[in-house]
């Protein structure tokens, strides 16, 4: 495999098939642009090419990153300080999430406690416990009875939540209900949960 510092100077060792043309056309690059630079145009299909290798051979910035996202090329075959430098470039983050990667850093990122300044709101009242409120019991959807709900348990729906998202026909056929009680207890849960 190629350092990212040699740069291949060869035209194309063996021709382009049909779809690799296809893809790299599609990537809005011309095979002759690539050998223009000294890039073998099979070499970058066969992923021979590192990104860096493209920048570095003299092909437009713009071109480089469309093969490399086509042709899932590796950013660099070097990797010291290479995936610090692209975890600096990475914009978007937010103070929170920039805290949460600063946390993440020690061997306690696994908890739940929050790292930055604002705290996150949970329904829990021990520390041990998941930052998310339990489910709603089906029970508490309206007409749905003790009975109905160790019927509808067969199926897998325990919860108000998972009543609410599923397909009523199916449901109703697997347990051998009437599909209208299965409708309106669907569409009193999605009422219960918009509450």
Do not use: C
């Not at 409120?133 to 325990?158: F, H, M, W, Y």
Request: aromatic content about 6%; cysteine-free.
């Amino acid at each position: 495999m190629a350092s990212d510092n040699d740069v291949i100077e060869t035209p194309s060792v063996r021709p382009l098939e049909a779809d690799e043309r296809s893809r790299l056309e599609g990537a809005g690059v011309e095979p002759a642009d690539l050998e223009s630079v000294g890039i073998d145009p099979a070499g970058v299909a066969e992923k021979e090419y590192s990104y860096r290798q493209l920048l570095d051979g003299g092909l437009e910035e713009s071109a480089a990153e469309a093969l490399r996202r086509t042709f899932s090329l590796p950013w660099s075959y070097q990797t010291e300080g290479d995936l610090d430098d692209r975890s600096e470039a990475v914009s978007g983050l937010g103070d929170a999430e920039r805290a949460w990667i600063a946390a993440s850093a020690d061997e306690d990122w696994q908890g739940f406690e929050h790292a930055g300044e604002r705290s996150i709101p949970t329904t829990t009242e021990t520390p041990d416990e998941r930052p998310y409120p339990r489910p709603t019991p089906v029970t508490a959807v309206t007409g749905v009875g003790g009975s109905n709900a160790d019927q509808l348990a067969e199926a897998g729906i325990r919860s108000a939540e998972r009543l609410a998202t599923i397909h009523a026909g199916e449901v109703a056929s697997v347990l051998d209900l009437d599909v209208l009680h299965v409708r309106t207890w669907r569409h009193n849960a999605r009422e219960l949960l918009r509450e």
